[in-house]
C-alpha cells in the first residue's frame, strides 16, 4: 500500500524550475533515501512533502488523503532537521513534550509518550538536562525523539547527522536503521552521503537536476546503475571509466588504446548493439582481481603502481591502463611499492557499459 504519492510535482522559483513534473510512490514501512549533490533538489522535494514550501504544480497524498495545500502541522508527519533546533532553555523532557503540550494532549499521555520515546532512544538518563549540557550525538537523538513523540505514519529526515563527526555519525546511523526496525513507519531521509544511502534504504532515489535519475534498491544501483551520472556517483572510490570503441557483433568487444575487452558474457540491456560506437566501460575498483588470479580473468594486463593509499583493511592503488587513469583495490596486507609492476584483471560481467552521447547504460 502506498504510504506517499507524489504526482505531477513541480516547483519554481520565478523562471527558475528546481523540481519538474516528478513523480513517486513511497510504500508502508518503507526507508527511501533521496540521494544526490548540493543543490539536485532532495532538500526541496522532502519540504514539499513536509508542507514547508508552497509547490507551483502536481499533488501530495500521504495515507491516501490529499495534503497538497495543508498545513505542515496537519500532515500527520515528524520532521527531523539538519540542525538541532532545540530550545535551550527547556530540558530534554520539555523539548520532547513542548508540542504535545501546544497539542492539548492529556498529560498522562506525554507523559507515555516522552518515556516511551526515551526509552527506544536510550535517553531516559538525560531528561532532566538542558540542551547545552549534551553532546552532539545526544542532542541529535533528542531532535529525533520530538519526532517520535507525535506518533505518526511519516518520519522525514533531512540531513540529520551530517553536522556530527565520522564515529558520531556511524553509530547514530545504525540507532536510526534499528528505531526503523522497531517502528517499520515510513521514512524518508536526505542525505549526500552515499554510505548513509546504501546502509540505511529500502530503495535509493539518486537526484540530479530536480529529477530522479534511478530509483531502486542499494544493490541494483550499485550492481546496475542506469547511467554515467549514477554509477560515479555511487561507490567510493568512484568507478574507473575507460574511454574507448565498442564493436558489436557476434563476438562484442570494446577497445581502448590498443587492447580489446571480450564483451561476449557481458549483459547488454536489451539487444546487442550493431555497428561501431564510441563508449565508456566502467568498472570498480573492488572487482579488479590482482596477482595470480588476474590471469585467470576475461581481461588482464600488467599496469605500473603510481601511488599507492593504506586504508587498514584494504589499500587503494592508482596507476594506470593503458594511459587512462585507473584504481583498485588489494588487501591491506599484501605489501605493495611504487614503481611496481603488477598483474590486474577482471570480468566483464561485472563491469558497466555506456554511450558516449547518452551516457546511457547499454
Known amino acids: 500500500m502506498k504510504s506517499i504519492e507524489i504526482k505531477d510535482l513541480s516547483l519554481s522559483f ?7 513534473k516528478l513523480n513517486l510512490d513511497i510504500y508502508d514501512g ?16 522532502l519540504n514539499c512533502v513536509a508542507g514547508l514550501l508552497d509547490i507551483s504544480d502536481g499533488q501530495i497524498f500521504i495515507k491516501g488523503k490529499n495534503v497538497t495545500w495543508k498545513e505542515p502541522k496537519d500532515r500527520d508527519i515528524g520532521m527531523v532537521f539538519q540542525s538541532y533546533a532545540l530550545y535551550p532553555q527547556m530540558s530534554v523532557r520539555g523539548n520532547l513534550s ?31 538536562r538542558k540542551p547545552a549540557e549534551l553532546s552532539g550525538g545526544q542532542r541529535q537523538r533528542v531532535a529525533i525523539g520530538r519526532a517520535l513523540v507525535r506518533e505518526v505514519d511519516v518520519f522525514l529526515f ?28 515510513t521514512m524518508i531521509y536526505v542525505t549526500h552521503d552515499q554510505i548513509e544511502a546504501l546502509t540505511l534504504a529500502d530503495r535509493i532515489a539518486i537526484m540530479r537536476g530536480g529529477k530522479v535519475q534511478q530509483l531502486d534498491t542499494p544493490q541494483v544501483i550499485y550492481n546496475h546503475p542506469v547511467n554515467k551520472y549514477v554509477a560515479a556517483f555511487i561507490g567510493s572510490p568512484g568507478m574507473n571509466f575507460l574511454t574507448g570503441r565498442l564493436v558489436a557483433g557476434e563476438k562484442p568487444g570494446f577497445n581502448f588504446n590498443g587492447l580489446d575487452v571480450d564483451l561476449s558474457r557481458y549483459a547488454f540491456n ?31 594486463h600488467t599496469v ?19 594511459d587512462q587513469e585507473f584504481r583498485f583495490r588489494m588487501d591491506g596486507q ?6 611496481e609492476e603488477l598483474m590486474i584483471g577482471f570480468d566483464p560481467v561485472s563491469a558497466s557499459l555506456f554511450d558516449s552521447k547518452t551516457e546511457i547504460r547499454l
Open 334 to 339: 599484501l605489501s605493495v611499492k611504487v614503481g
Open 98 to 128: 513542548f508540542g504535545l503540550k501546544n497539542a492539548r494532549i492529556p498529560k498522562p499521555e506525554i507523559e507515555k509518550r516522552v518515556a516511551r520515546a526515551a526509552e527506544i532512544l536510550q535517553i531516559e538518563s538525560l531528561l532532566h
Open 158 to 185: 533531512d540531513e540529520p547527522l551530517s553536522n556530527l563527526d565520522a564515529k558520531l555519525r556511524a553509530e547514530l546511523r545504525v540507532e536510526i536503521k534499528r528505531l526503523h526496525q522497531k517502528l517499520n513507519n
Open 270 to 300: 536489451d539487444t546487442t548493439p550493431s555497428g561501431e560506437s564510441e563508449a565508456w566501460l566502467g568498472i570498480r575498483p573492488e572487482h579488479i582481481h590482482v596477482g595470480p588470479e588476474a590471469v585467470k580473468k576475461a581481461f588482464s
Open 14 to 20: 520565478g523562471d527558475f524550475k528546481v523540481l519538474e
Open 30 to 45: 518503507e526507508f527511501l533515501v533521496l540521494l544526490g549533490a548540493s543543490g539536485c533538489g532532495k532538500s526541496t522535494l
Open 304 to 322: 605500473e603502481v603510481e601511488v599507492v593509499e593504506p586504508m587498514g583493511s584494504d589499500t587503494l592503488v592508482w596507476s594506470k591502463l593503458a
